[in-house]
């Protein structure tokens, strides 16, 4: 059973930064793409940011610049560093990722809250 596990949410004030962590357990393999997603309230899901297994990266607008996403591989562990955090980044943030296979297996973390309010 795969299950990711996110942590570093919380409450900052508008500029601040955070960094979310997603860790991974259950015997899978390298996975395939992961990112983070996040979904604020009356809102549907939006993808922040995803990256490959080679490292290839895509960003939301809305992060760009001031959001970096990265990964661990040989952990099967991605993180989100945010900065500049704005009180519209206020979601829950979370962590999604794909397995190998026909149909691609997916999945997704619980789910951490990001609160940006001064």
Request: with cysteine.
């Amino acid at each position: 059973q795969v299950q990711l596990v996110e942590s570093g949410g919380g409450l900052v004030q508008p500029g601040g930064s955070l960094r979310l962590s997603c860790a991974t357990s259950g015997s899978i393999g390298r996975l395939n793409n992961m990112g983070w997603y996040r979904q604020a309230p009356g809102k549907q899901r939006e993808l922040v940011a995803s990256i490959t297994l080679a490292g290839t990266i895509n960003y939301a607008d809305s992060a760009k610049g001031r959001f970096t996403i990265s990964r661990d591989n040989a952990k099967n562990t991605v993180y989100l560093q945010m900065n500049s955090l704005k009180p519209e980044d206020t979601a829950v943030y979370y962590c999604n990722a794909d397995g190998w296979g026909i149909p691609r297996p997916t999945y997704w973390g619980q789910g951490t809250q990001v609160t940006v309010s001064s």
